[in-house]
């Protein structure tokens, strides 16, 4: 398919009410960020939807635990194949109601596809335990269950791999699962029921629900007993809100909130290497990831280089639509986040920071920033304490590998950190001394399904993908025999 109005039109507007589609009483307006304009209307899910959602789930809870887990396993691979085989439909879903490039839009469709089929292959790998009670009385036996229902709730900037990284280990644990996208991104969720619906998933097992007003259906969801877990990506206030939310009812919570990365880049490090990771630190999905570099701090002995270097890579960056030939960076999601962005560049600009290149907003339709590098940012500008979420970078200067950890480590977030070094006892060293959930030494970029993605602080707990991404949809039960 893949053209713009056939897509819109085949893209299912009704609620994904355990699986079956169904119409919906009313509906609410999804925008094209690069033009300001509608792209469809699409079902606005009310409380009464959310709670139709549970009664669903926590019926097909039981057999859907009970199936076993090579059917569960084949059915994800099933879902991660017909990803793929509408892999330009998703990519271009994403590109129209989220921004990024195309090229970004397809990546996503690989990386999202990946938690599909790792957690296809970790279904059959729930384990337990087998021991002697060590005073000779009895047995112990460890096995793990799923959790049950699951209320997953996943943020505009990677519509489809934030969703696929909760659905996938939601379904291979066995817990069935309601997933409420974000309102500024819900088409490429609604594509993604279909995939599942086409893949054979059980009815009942999964639900999703759009909706203009996020609170009201998660608020009665959280305060009925039979819901079990909340999982959630997005801003740190949200995620403190429900995990408040979620203590009533002692919900198990899995929470990917916030950072602000710091990318750290040593003396002896490879310069042009730590350029081009900067590049994809800072500018991979302009800029909105909670992985993206929100402080570079540059040895001062190299720091003219690096910039001059990082500065011209930046300025030739091509802005426009993402679905336009060559663009590199695409608008923001939003005129709040516009607003959020010109704010965070005109504080530090007025507290002395200087404009290597960018630093405003462009004419015209949409809702772009331009690529922006400032440097010689002060320790009181905003942006270096507050998530950025735009193509905007900011260089601080630093002498002592002490200084640069301090500056590093002084924030309430603990997401992720970047580094670049040659030395192999300063990259571990270095590793073992930042407060943060990841750590890319020489990586620009670290996400992997196989890998274990969280947070530390207040960037939340948790993780997702690796062997532990499974582990947060299942309980552990002990038997004494
Ligand atoms: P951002 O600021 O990046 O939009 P949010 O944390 O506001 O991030 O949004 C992430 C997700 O949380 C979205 O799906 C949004 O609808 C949802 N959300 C926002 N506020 C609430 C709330 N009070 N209760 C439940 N979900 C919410």
């Given at each position: 398919m893949s053209n713009v109005s056939d897509l819109l039109d085949s893209v299912p507007k009704g609620l994904w009410l355990g699986g079956k589609l169904v119409p919906a009483e009313k509906t609410f307006a999804v925008y094209n960020?690069?033009?300001?304009?509608?792209?469809a209307q699409v079902a606005d899910a009310t409380a009464a939807d959310g709670i139709r959602a549970l009664d669903l789930a926590a019926a097909a809870q039981e057999d859907w635990a009970a199936t076993p887990a090579r059917v569960r396993g084949e059915i994800l691979r099933t879902a991660f194949e017909l990803l793929h085989a509408r892999a330009e439909d998703f990519a271009l879903m994403m590109t129209l109601e989220m921004g990024k490039s195309l090229a970004e839009s397809r990546g996503e469709v690989n990386y999202g596809g990946e938690f599909l089929r790792w957690f296809s292959e970790e279904a059959v790998r729930i384990g337990g335990r087998f021991t002697q009670a060590p005073a000779g009385n009895g047995r112990i036996l460890v096995t793990k269950e799923a959790v049950g229902p699951v209320l997953a709730i996943t943020p505009w900037n990677f519509p489809l791999a934030m969703g696929t990284r909760k659905i996938g280990p939601a379904l291979a644990a066995g817990c069935t699962i309601i997933v409420k996208p974000a309102e500024d991104t819900p088409l490429t969720m609604q594509l993604l029921g279909q995939v599942f619906a086409d893949a054979g998933l059980p009815d009942g097992v999964l639900s999703i629900l759009p909706t203009s007003d996020a609170a009201s259906i998660s608020g009665p969801l959280m305060e009925d007993a039979r819901l079990r877990k909340v999982t959630f990506t997005g801003s740190t206030g949200v995620g403190k809100l429900l995990v408040r939310g979620a203590a009533d009812k002692l919900l198990r919570t899995s929470m990917e909130l916030g950072g602000n990365a710091p990318f750290i880049v040593f003396d002896d490090a490879d310069i042009d290497a730590a350029v081009d990771g900067a590049m994809l630190a800072k500018m991979r999905n302009g800029g909105e990831a909670?992985?993206?570099?929100n402080r570079i701090y540059v040895a001062n002995s190299v720091r003219e280089e690096f910039t001059d270097k990082f500065t011209a890579k930046v300025a030739a960056l091509k802005v426009g639509a993402?679905?336009?030939?060559?663009?590199n960076i695409g608008p923001l999601i939003n005129t709040k986040q516009l607003a959020t962005v010109t704010g965070l560049v005109d504080d530090a600009v007025s507290k002395g920071a200087r404009v290597r290149t960018g630093g405003s907003a462009p004419e015209g339709a949409g809702f772009f920033f331009t690529p922006t590098v400032l440097d010689q940012?002060?320790?009181?500008?905003?942006l270096l304490k507050e998530?950025?979420?735009?193509p905007v970078a900011a260089v601080v200067g630093f002498d002592t590998e002490d200084e640069a950890i301090a500056a590093a480590n002084n924030t309430e977030y603990g997401l992720v950190a970047y580094f670049y070094t040659r030395d192999i006892d300063r990259a571990m060293r270095v590793s073992a001394k930042l407060d943060t959930g990841m750590v890319g030494v020489n990586r620009g970029a670290i996400s992997d399904a196989a890998a274990p993605f969280g947070g530390v602080k207040e960037s939340g707990f948790g993780r997702e993908g690796g062997t532990e991404g499974i582990d947060e949809y299942l309980d552990t039960k002990y038997v004494a025999l």
């Open positions: 960020p690069a033009t300001g304009e509608e792209l909670c992985t993206a570099a993402g679905d336009a030939e060559g663009t940012v002060p320790a009181d500008a905003r998530e950025i979420f735009g």
